[in-house]
T-cell receptor
Framework: NAGVTQTPKFQVLKTGQSMTLQCAQD?????MYWYRQDPGMGLRLIYY???????DKGEVPNGYNVSRLNKREFSLRLESAAPSQTSVYFC?????????????FGDGTRLSIL | GENVEQHPSTLSVQEGDSAVIKCTYS??????FPWYKQELGKRPQLIID?????GEKKDQRIAVTLNKTAKHFSLHITETQPEDSAVYFC????????????FGAGTQVVVTP
């Protein structure tokens, strides 16, 4: 009964390094999402994938890329990490089609960029 | 696009009292309104949701009300307990949005014994 699994849980990077955050869901959901959450702030959508094979930009996509590898997996890549990308990253999934369904969140990846 | 405003940003209540958080949304097409609770260092977790064809929904000490005319919805927590201390987020979603949410900024609720 894993739900949404994110790896790694913690990561420290140096400025300019690259990193891929992994996310997998076992609920056969169509849609998946990546958010970032900065201290004391809400959730901001980075990218989403409405269905397997599609991805689209959210509110704050600059500096990130995504891949929807298959229906289960949705990865987030930082090509050249910057200190401004220090944040907690959450992956979520939902049935998506037709809306009116909750999103289920993973435990998050805490990323620090020095 | 959709905009969701959430008030208050912080809320302190005595244990046993009620807490009310209010959200307003801008897009009248929105038809799904979930509420999430996020404890410190944890993931957001769904606590209750309401669809636009319903005016009120209850689950034990938690209730949500929806006023479509005024475009606002509220979370009510009765008989608050210390374990209710957390950040609460409201969200709104529209049809044909692939399940995307517009989240409110969050309310920090502190329940003091």
């Amino acid at each position: 009964n894993a739900g949404v699994t994110q790896t790694p849980k913690f990561q420290v990077l140096k400025t300019g390094q690259s990193m891929t955050l992994q996310c997998a869901q076992d609920m056969n959901h169509n849609s998946m999402y990546w958010y970032r959450q900065d201290p004391g702030m809400g959730l901001r959508l980075i990218y989403y994938s409405a269905s397997e094979g599609t991805t689209d930009k959210g509110e704050v996509p600059n500096g990130y890329n995504v891949s929807r590898l298959n229906k289960r997996e949705f990865s987030l890549r930082l090509e050249s990490a910057a200190p401004s990308q220090t944040s907690v990253y959450f992956c979520a999934s939902s049935e998506g089609t037709g809306g009116r369904q909750p999103q289920h969140f993973g435990d998050g990846t805490r990323l620090s960029i020095l | 696009g959709e905009n969701v405003e959430q008030h208050p940003s912080t809320l302190s209540v005595q244990e046993g009292d009620s807490a009310v958080i209010k959200c307003t949304y801008s897009d009248s097409a929105s038809n799904y309104f979930p509420w999430y609770k996020q404890e410190l260092g944890k993931r957001p977790q769904l606590i209750i949701d309401i669809r636009s064809n319903v005016g009120e929904k209850k689950d034990q000490r938690i209730a949500v009300t929806l006023n479509k005319t005024a475009k606002h919805f509220s979370l009510h927590i009765t008989e608050t307990q210390p374990e209710d201390s957390a950040v609460y987020f409201c969200a709104a979603s529209k049809p044909d949005s692939w399940g995307k949410f517009q989240f409110g900024a969050g309310t920090q609720v502190v329940v003091t014994p």
